[in-house]
């Protein structure tokens, strides 16, 4: 990755256990509300209760790009048997503009995850064309990797990933 | 003699002792000789950094006044107590510590834990110098007997704590590893925040600048063309 070891998608395993080392060539806003989000933040289920804004970048409209959000530590992190639980699929995506341009494969469902602090994870993929996806049978045991094999989407080019526990949830600080 | 075999245990003699102690008849002069080598345990196992500089009479005498403590409180020390000494100093611990069985009936359970290690060292005293460290290793396994013997009553508390702990430890990596993902991303934020402010900041004072020359051009009057009708 063009960034080195310290980059927060590698130090937090999204890098190692979701996606594939990659370079960031693409530009990915996600606004929840008026959160914009960075890696790292942490979100409770009140705050993603409804579908993000997401802006993407890139400069030609006939690129179509996928996202596909996704939480690996299902259903908990210290026992993620269920990894990792498809939480929205979208295709279609033209580039400069955001997904309510896309085609919605699967449809949002917010996080509200009851044991531990949950990684969530939204990657952009580009598609070499416009393509016909078809949503996987249920939404647990999903598996990015296969799943982009499968399409043909290659390495991520962008993505992002935030934090999400129970609402009161003591943020992973004890006292 | 008794007080020579006092001063010259430390020095190598201490198996003199103790082989005196395991060929003597009466009862009583074994279990003097006992007091003694047990003065040393007590000794050697409150005093172990100064036994380094061995010999040194004056250093007997400083012992603990407990001298009530028994054979297998010693041996059930924690380890961390019986550190690797020079083998000089070594040996008189050490033979101290399989002599004493010999002349008085010991507790079963040390009876069968030295049988395995200890006894060999006394019927060949060469060998004793050799293998000092075996000898440690060996009175540190003490320890370990009593915890390996109540295994089955107890194993499975054991294993469960174990892997409590493993997953304790998972969770605090997970843990650091969030935090440290999240100051870093705030991190490349702020530099990359700082650079753009730089930039826009920049642009304001280059703008400003393109304004107010604008402005004074416009102020100085100019001679336009007329139209000549």
Not at chain 1, 22 to 43: A, C, K, M, P
Not at chain 2, 123 to 152: H, I, M, Y
Request: aromatic content about 8%; some cysteine.
């Amino acid at each position: 990755m063009t960034s080195n070891v310290r980059d927060p998608l590698i130090v937090s395993r999204v890098v190692g256990d979701v996606l594939d080392p990659f370079n960031r060539s693409i530009s990915l806003r996600v606004t929840y509300g008026q959160r914009e989000v960075t890696n790292g933040l942490d979100l409770r289920p009140s705050q993603v209760q409804n579908k993000p804004r997401v802006e993407i970048g890139g400069e030609d409209l006939r690129n179509f790009y996928t996202l596909v959000m996704v939480d690996p530590d299902v259903p908990s992190p210290s026992n993620p048997h269920l990894r990792e639980y498809l939480h929205w699929l979208v295709t279609d995506i033209p580039a400069t503009t955001g997904t309510t341009f896309g085609n919605e494969i699967v449809c949002y469902e917010n996080p509200s995850p009851s044991a531990g602090i949950h990684r969530v994870v939204m990657t952009l993929f580009r598609q070499l064309g416009r393509q016909t996806v078809y949503a996987p049978g249920w939404r647990q045991n999903f598996n990015t990797r296969e799943f982009t094999e499968i399409y043909n989407l290659g390495l991520p080019v962008a993505a992002v990933f935030f934090n999400c526990q129970r609402e009161s949830g003591c943020g992973g600080r004890r006292s | 003699m008794l007080s020579s075999a006092k001063h010259n245990k430390i020095n190598h003699s201490a198996f003199s002792v103790s082989s005196s102690s395991s060929s003597s008849q009466g009862q009583n002069k074994s279990q003097v000789t006992m007091e003694e080598v047990w003065k040393e345990i007590n000794l050697g196992s409150l005093h172990y950094h100064r036994q380094v500089n061995i010999g040194h009479e004056p250093m007997l005498k400083n012992q603990n006044p407990n001298n009530n403590s028994i054979f297998q409180d010693f041996l059930n020390m924690p380890l961390k107590q019986q550190p690797p000494l020079p083998p000089s100093s070594s040996s008189s611990i050490v033979t101290a510590l399989y002599g004493s069985p010999l002349p008085i009936p010991p507790p079963a359970t040390v009876l069968s834990l030295n049988s395995g290690v200890g006894f060999k060292f006394l019927d060949n005293t060469d060998t004793l110098v050799a293998s000092n460290p075996n000898s440690f290793e060996g009175s540190a396994r003490f320890g370990c007997f009593g915890k390996k013997r109540g295994q089955d009553s107890d194993g499975s508390r054991g294993d469960r704590r174990h892997k409590r702990m493993i997953k304790n430890r998972e969770s605090a990596a997970r843990s650091r590893a969030r935090k440290q993902a999240y100051t870093n991303e705030l991190e490349l934020e702020i530099a990359h925040l700082q650079t753009e402010n730089a930039r826009l900041e920049r642009q304001h004072e280059q703008l400003k600048m393109a304004e107010a020359t604008q402005h004074q051009v416009k102020k100085t009057l100019q001679r336009s063309s007329t139209a000549p009708f």
